[in-house]
């Protein structure tokens, strides 16, 4: 069907904006990348897309829509993103063994760590919870089965950001390992934790007022 393939490029090609644009996600994956190299930030990008594939389960249940009809849960899911972010930003301004520092020789972050921290984020930012709550509906068709539909969207997202989310974390790694100065690193590890603490502060902005 033509307006279903019609809704599916729509779907595909927002999903990618959202995935590809330069936030809290893209920030802590391109970082972690510099420091733990691409092998070790795909566990990062795993929890990343555990946390997704949750959304996408609510968002087909109604679960996503009821908690963004509750405030006091919608805040909480907030302000815990809001802090966590903060925390890594902080971390990574003041501290060069911190979880989130760039460095050549750097500190190896175990794999279960960065799988905590990609599912965190991923999963307290309250622009995911919109997104699946209020735009993701838009390109189901509740003329058909909503399950199969869910599962394909559901899969090409996970596609999706496993391959955007590569690319960051390589890139990030090209950058702190490519005979860079070491004020160089260091200034892109001070401009990832200024990223991160602003990216917080945007988020703590979000409202569920559409």
């Known amino acids: 069907d033509a307006m279903e393939l ?10 990618a904006v959202v995935i590809a644009s330069p936030g809290p996600s893209a920030i802590l994956v391109a970082s972690q990348g510099a420091s733990n190299g691409w092998r070790r930030t795909v ?35 907030k302000w815990v993103g809001v802090a966590y972010l903060v925390y890594l930003g902080i971390t990574a301004l003041l501290s060069r063994s911190g979880g989130l520092s760039v460095a050549r020789t750097g ?14 984020v991923e999963f307290a930012n309250p622009k ?17 089965p909503i399950a199969p539909q869910m599962i394909i969207m559901g899969l090409t997202g ?4 496993f391959v955007i989310y590569s690319a960051y974390a390589k890139l990030g790694y090209t950058l702190a390992n490519g005979g860079l100065r070491i004020w160089i690193v260091g ?3 001070r401009s990832a934790g200024a990223a991160l603490i602003f990216a917080g502060f945007k988020m703590a902005s979000v409202t569920t007022e559409r």
């Open 6 to 15: 019609q809704a599916f490029l729509i779907f595909a090609t927002t999903q």
């Open 128 to 144: 995911v919870l919109l997104f699946f709550a209020a735009i993701l509906p838009q390109f189901l068709d509740t003329a058909a």
């Open 158 to 161: 996970a596609a999706m950001q």
């Open 43 to 77: 566990f990062q990008m795993f929890g990343m897309m555990v946390a997704t594939a949750i959304y996408f389960v609510m968002s087909a249940t109604g679960l996503a829509a009821l908690i963004l009809a509750s405030n006091l849960i919608f805040q909480i899911i």
């Open 107 to 120: 500190k190896v972050s175990s794999r279960k760590a960065l799988f905590s921290q990609g599912f965190v």
């Open 187 to 189: 200034l892109i590890n």
